[in-house]
């Protein structure tokens, strides 16, 4: 079992719907989790990160966080077509020095 | 704007030379560095990880005579290619982690695309 898990997709959805991306991860030590975008050809990009339990919302990007379930999301509301993109989940462990990275969940938007 | 800048952006060689990459946290001190390569298509591959002042630890499989890593300082990292090979062309990046703001964070450079003729 790999320590972060996320569903490879392709995920596609339609300009304007919701966007759902999942993760769940093994190592109930980790503490901090984080998203990243990658475009093709690029490097991966911080869109958010998330630390304790709940809901955090930036813009258009929902990112949420189960402890308990070891469950992190990320919901894009209003989806655009330059969402499309590879989206890595990462979990961070302080006291372990280790951040594990998910094989990522390619998105697809639709005009 | 950037929070980790790496340079060279892109560096075409001839096959047998070294290569040097730096990676330099800009608003933060970076702990701990990454470096990762990724091929087309693919998932980012951990190369290396690296704690500032110490030996970097290397992943298994990956050469640390032929990617020599130095983090002699909290905001710098360096990646050296030694005798770069055609086999060697890839996307490298660095990421680096430590505390922004309150919170521990971590984020990636734009990344070194070489290319080994």
């Known amino acids: 079992q790999k320590e972060v898990e996320q569903n490879s997709g392709p995920l596609s959805v339609p300009e304007g719907a919701i966007a759902s991306l999942n993760c769940t991860y093994s190592?109930?030590?980790?503490?901090?989790f984080f998203w990243y975008r990658q475009y093709s050809g690029k490097s991966p990009e911080l869109i958010m990160s998330?630390?304790?339990?709940g809901d955090k919302e930036d813009g258009r990007f929902t990112a949420q966080l189960n402890k308990a379930s070891q469950y992190v999301s990320l919901l894009i509301r209003d989806s655009q077509p330059s969402d499309s993109a590879t989206y890595l989940c990462a979990a961070l462990a302080t006291n372990a020095g280790k951040s594990t990275f998910g094989d990522g969940t390619t998105l697809t938007v639709k005009p | 704007g950037a929070v980790v800048s790496q340079h060279p952006s892109r560096v075409i060689c001839k096959s047998g030379t070294s290569v040097k990459i730096e990676c330099r946290s800009l608003d933060f001190q970076a702990t701990t560095m990454f470096w990762y390569r990724q091929f087309p298509k693919q998932s980012l591959m951990l190369m290396a990880t690296?704690?500032?002042?110490?030996?970097?630890?290397?992943e298994q499989g990956v050469e640390k005579d032929k990617f020599l890593i130095n983090h002699a300082s909290l905001t710098l990292s360096t990646l050296t290619v030694t005798s770069a090979h055609p086999e060697d062309s890839s996307f490298y990046i660095c990421s680096a982690r430590g505390l922004r703001g309150a919170q521990e964070t971590q984020y990636f450079g734009p990344g070194t695309r070489l290319l080994v003729l």
């Open positions: 998330i630390y304790s339990n």
């Open positions: 190592d109930r030590v980790s503490q901090s």
């Open positions: 690296s704690n500032e002042g110490s030996k970097a630890t290397y």
